[in-house]
């Protein structure tokens, strides 16, 4: 019996001893990076975007803002302080034949705009009596542009003319020839409307309001915003 022991363990020492039973040995790998080609290194490096809702500076290049005033200020009637029966540099109609409200929710731009309702024709009432401005500063013979954005759902037309001051009390006021932009029925929508402005002279300009068209029945209403003046180039 001990000698079939014995038999037993010089066969277990001779398998493990025979060169097929070795554990095999993985190759140690080389953990430097294989060196870059030279086009390789000439590659620019990979830009990463930037996660979603990242802001990122794209440019330093400075805008410059104009820092010239509009030649009609408050020309979208942003500026109407509580209370103020006109937008800043307006005047109201005087008499009871038009009037003006302030209008906030159907605007053509911003937050603010006129709506102007007529309950007669105000074609004989004079015009620093109208809904309107004036304008100082533009130049003699002058080419500029008046622009009015309107919406007119009633069925008359009216009318933002240009007349000048002339100094003089017999007959203070001129017109303006060719200044003036009529505004037709049934404009449902805003529209912006423009006419020539070439002042007589250096004096102010009087922007204004009117209606002079007998068909149609009264009341007619006109929500007025953006009126502009343009010099032209």
Do not use: H
């Not at 490096?45 to 290049?61: F, M, Y």
């Not at 100094?167 to 001129?174: D, I, M, R």
């Not at 300009?205 to 007025?224: L, N, Q």
């Amino acid at each position: 019996m001990k000698k079939l022991v014995s038999l037993v363990l010089v066969a277990g020492l001779a398998l493990v001893a025979l060169p097929g039973c070795k554990k095999s040995v993985k190759p140690k790998t080389s953990t430097n990076p294989a060196p870059q080609t030279e086009s390789e290194s000439k590659q620019q490096p990979v830009v990463e975007k930037p996660a979603p809702e990242t802001l990122k500076l794209i440019s330093r290049s400075e805008v410059k803002l104009s820092d010239k005033p509009p030649l009609l200020a408050n020309g979208g009637f942003e500026t109407w302080q509580p209370g103020e029966p006109a937008p800043k540099g307006f005047n109201v109609p005087v008499g009871t034949k038009s009037a003006i409200r302030k209008e906030m929710k159907d605007v053509a731009d911003g937050v603010l705009a006129v709506s102007q309702t007529w309950q007669a024709l105000d074609n004989a009432d004079s015009f620093v009596k109208k809904f309107g401005a004036n304008v100082e500063g533009l130049k003699p013979r002058g080419k500029y542009v008046l622009e009015v954005t309107a919406k007119n759902t009633s069925n008359k037309t009216v009318t933002v003319a240009a007349w000048q001051d002339t100094g003089s009390p017999a007959n203070p006021y001129e017109r303006i020839e060719g200044a003036s932009v009529d505004i037709p029925p049934f404009v449902k929508e805003f529209k912006t409307f423009s006419c020539p402005l070439a002042p007589n002279t250096d004096r102010p300009v009087r922007i204004f309001t009117g209606c002079s068209d007998k068909r149609g029945e009264f009341p007619a209403t006109v929500i007025w915003d953006n009126w502009t003046i343009t010099e032209e180039e």
